[in-house]
């Protein structure tokens, strides 16, 4: 039963568009989401977050939006550079557990 | 600026074989964690540690053992390695477990092959 999903394994985006990363989660009891952006051979480096008590957070080039009634998150990344392909991970913190939940993630490709 | 340190790189064992995975951080945090990632799925926390002296199953506990040596070091151990072990595991690290959105560090990986 996952409780983070990340319903696109990847996408595909020309350089200096719109990025848009979704994530749905199904705990209520979740109070703080993550991003994580992970290069192959190397650990997850932490992104932006966001509380649940805010719908939005922006830091840069990132922003990140939550919807609480519909529970979805999605990560902007604008404009989209060539250095932002990697796997992005989604993950909530709360709901009853110690660590992070992650979702399966999604491979970002940025199109020259 | 190291962060979190994780030895060895890559490994391969033989089924029934044990096998100790090495963490350090020197950022000085409180809490480190224990996580695996299986390919197409997302990290599962296997241990964590919230401060020196305690530790704590997560998600998927069975068939490991952990240590937390001192506040830097926190160690994974496969007394008894199957091939559903096959992984790469992630050590990670964090300033203190339960300040809200705390964003975690982590490692670059073990990835970790059981024959």
């Known amino acids: 039963d996952q409780q983070v999903k990340q319903n696109s394994p990847s996408l595909s985006v020309q350089e200096g568009r719109i990025s848009i990363l979704n994530c749905d989660y199904t705990?209520?009891?979740?109070?703080?989401f993550l991003w994580y952006k992970k290069y192959p051979a190397e650990g997850p480096t932490f992104l932006i977050s966001?509380?649940?008590?805010?719908d939005k957070n922006e830091d840069g080039r990132f922003t990140v939006f939550l919807n609480k009634s519909a529970k979805h998150l999605s990560l902007h990344i604008v404009p989209s550079q060539p250095g932002d392909s990697a796997v992005y991970f989604c993950?909530?913190?709360?709901?009853?557990?110690?660590?992070?939940?992650f979702g399966k993630g999604t491979h970002l490709i940025i199109q020259p | 600026n190291a962060g979190v340190t994780q030895t060895p790189k890559f490994q391969v064992l033989k089924t029934g074989q044990s096998m100790t995975l090495q963490c350090a951080q020197d950022?000085?945090?409180?809490?480190m964690y224990w996580y695996r990632q299986d390919p197409g799925m997302g990290l599962r926390l296997i241990y964590y540690?919230?401060?020196?002296?305690?530790?704590d199953k997560g998600e998927v506990p069975n068939g490991y053992n952990v240590s937390r040596l001192n506040k830097r070091e926190f160690s994974l151990r496969l007394e008894s390695a199957a091939p559903s072990q096959t992984s790469v595991y992630f050590c990670?690290?964090?300033?203190?477990?339960?300040?809200?959105?705390?964003?975690?560090?982590f490692g670059d990986g073990t990835r970790l092959s059981i024959l």
């Open positions: 990670a690290s964090s300033d203190v477990l339960k300040v809200r959105g705390q964003p975690q560090h």
């Open positions: 950022m000085n945090h409180n809490s």
């Open positions: 993950a909530a913190f709360g709901g009853g557990a110690d660590g992070l939940t």
């Open positions: 540690s919230a401060s020196e002296g305690t530790t």
């Open positions: 705990n209520s009891m979740f109070d703080y």
């Open positions: 966001i509380s649940s008590i805010k």
